[in-house]
């Protein structure tokens, strides 16, 4: 696993602890830390969900490391072209 990885790993894990066992105001950078990210990586499954499913292998596995890492998962995916199956 790349540090890039590693790192966005470990700030889901931050803003999970900061949520769960923080008190006020840290309880809310939890929160809203994982609320935007949330978002922003449901946005990433959405926008390439495509390149998920050209890739091969478990689409569902996929999905989960796109969600849970991003762009930085997406970008380790084969280009495969539309018209084409991996």
């Known amino acids: 696993m790349s540090f890039q990885k590693l790192s ?9 602890v900061l949520f769960l ?3 006020d105001p840290w309880r ?3 929160k809203w830390g994982l609320v935007l990210s949330v978002l922003a990586h ?10 998920c499913k050209r890739a091969g ?3 569902p596995w996929h999905l989960f490391q796109v ?3 991003g762009i930085l998962h997406a970008r ?4 495969v072209p539309a018209g084409e199956d991996a």
Not at 8 to 16: D, E, G, N, P, T
Not at 43 to 49: G, I, N
């Open 42 to 51: 449901g946005l990433e499954m959405f926008l390439f969900f495509g390149r």
């Open 8 to 16: 966005v790993l470990a700030l889901w894990l931050v803003f999970l």
């Open 28 to 30: 809310e950078v939890g």
């Open 76 to 79: 380790e995916l084969p280009e």
């Open 21 to 23: 066992v923080a008190g």
């Open 67 to 69: 969600f849970l890492f």
């Open 57 to 59: 292998g478990s689409l």
